[in-house]
């Protein structure tokens, strides 16, 4: 999801996790988000003014009385010019001044006067997390509708195991882009997505596979995520980086993501992208196949992979109510897509021509025709992000 536009005020207060504020700033100014950062004198002996400064590419404000910044009006103007003030880390202490009322620095002075939520990130030794100040303070908060994320278990900078751990950046970002987040036409709706190659396996160190990218399938999914749909990508081996807001299962053979997309179920709608290996070795060499000398060169028997596709369309009960397939052609696309809608038993082919000079099979630019029981439409072409945002689009609609 993108942050774009969105305006953040980050107090960072005093604590050994005050360095992953730094990670953070980057994180969220990365997907668009403009950070303002405030920081306490206790934030100091973590990270520096200059260092808040560069990464946010904002003023740092550090004091409560200073004349320049905003002529002393800082701790008002600040929250007025955001739309979600973010506390990571924050301590204890100031968790008790915000619990309290207390005002004894531009950072909890700001929090006193903000008319913006709030979202706070605790980090702390386990036994102040656990300390029924704490716990009560925070309930506290909490009843005033303060956002809390975190804080995690495990090793403590001093030494110690247990709770109190700053949540991680990323859960960080998540809670926020939850905030932000809009219900889209796809909200409360579940998809399955299945995207890139197989690697079916010879021996140890070779398989076949094929030229799929995985750029439709994880574009489709990324487009479906921001629809608001809850969507599961089940990939194949590829080199792309993991869509936001995805869940993402990582799978080699076909018969594993097989069993992945059973786990998924039930969806209501599934997007069936993969390029799945059709066939397997019958059987797997143990060890490395090694040539020798004036030999034949070893025969494969092959045995065929399950249709995944195909199987989700003949199930009975529990099949996604909307049925997508790709069928990637060099000839006859319409007709042998209409086959395959009928043989596979789906609402939609997605049919494209992956003929040589089309630079489909990993390129970034798709031509598609969307084929239907009684309808064929053409798309013109487009980049593989339009047609999987096209899609997205055109499956809310036939599901609403
Ligand atoms: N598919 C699948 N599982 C398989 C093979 C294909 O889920 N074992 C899906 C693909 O993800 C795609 C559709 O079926 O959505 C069509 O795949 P394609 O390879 O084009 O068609 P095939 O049925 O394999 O037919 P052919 O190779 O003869 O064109």
Not at 234 to 247: A, C, F, H, Q
Request: glycine share 8%; proline share 6%.
């Amino acid at each position: 999801m993108t942050l774009s536009g969105k305006r953040i005020l980050l107090i960072v207060a005093g604590g050994i996790a005050a360095y992953k504020s730094l990670d953070l700033i980057r994180r969220l100014r990365d997907r668009g988000a403009s950070v303002r950062c405030v920081m306490t004198d206790g934030a100091k002996q973590f990270v520096t003014p200059l260092s808040l400064a560069s990464l946010s590419g904002q003023p740092l404000s550090d004091d409560l009385f200073s004349p320049h910044d905003d002529n002393g009006m800082a701790h008002i103007n600040l929250s007025r010019q955001t739309d979600l003030v973010v506390v990571a880390p924050a301590t204890a202490d100031l968790l008790a001044k915000m619990a309290h009322g207390l005002a004894d620095d531009l950072a909890s002075t700001t929090l006193l006067a903000a008319d913006k939520p709030v979202l706070v990130a605790p980090s702390m030794n386990q036994f102040m997390w656990a300390h029924p100040a704490t716990q009560a303070n925070l309930a506290l908060l909490k009843q005033r509708g303060v956002l809390q994320i975190g804080p995690g278990a495990g090793d403590l900078a001093c030494g110690e195991v247990g709770d109190g751990r700053l949540a991680e950046v990323m859960d960080i970002v998540a809670a926020i882009e939850k905030f932000f987040a809009k219900p889209g036409p796809l909200t409360g709706k579940k998809a399955l997505v299945t995207s890139g190659p197989t690697y079916e396996p010879i021996d140890p160190v070779r398989f076949i596979g094929n030229r799929s990218s995985g750029k439709q399938g994880h574009a489709i999914a990324a487009a479906l995520a921001d629809l608001g749909a809850e969507v599961t990508l089940v990939s194949g081996p590829v080199s792309l980086p993991d869509p936001e807001g995805v869940r993402v299962v990582k799978v080699e053979t076909a018969r594993e993501m097989d069993a992945a997309c059973q786990a998924a179920l039930p969806a209501d709608i599934a997007v069936c992208a993969a390029a799945v290996a059709d066939w397997r070795a019958a059987e797997v060499a143990p060890q490395k196949l090694k040539k020798q000398a004036g030999a034949d060169a070893p025969a494969l028997h092959f045995v065929q992979n399950p249709d995944i596709l195909a199987g989700l369309g003949a199930m009975g009960a529990g099949r996604p109510r909307l049925l997508v397939g790709f069928a990637a052609e060099t000839e006859k696309l319409v007709e042998h897509a209409q086959a395959k809608l009928a043989a596979k038993q789906c609402d939609l082919i997605v049919a494209n021509d992956v003929s040589a000079g089309t630079g489909t099979f990993g390129g970034d630019a798709n031509r598609v025709w969307l084929v239907e029981k009684d309808k064929v439409t053409e798309w013109p072409p487009l980049s593989k992000r339009d047609v999987a945002v096209r899609l997205a689009q055109a499956l809310s609609e036939r599901l609403s």
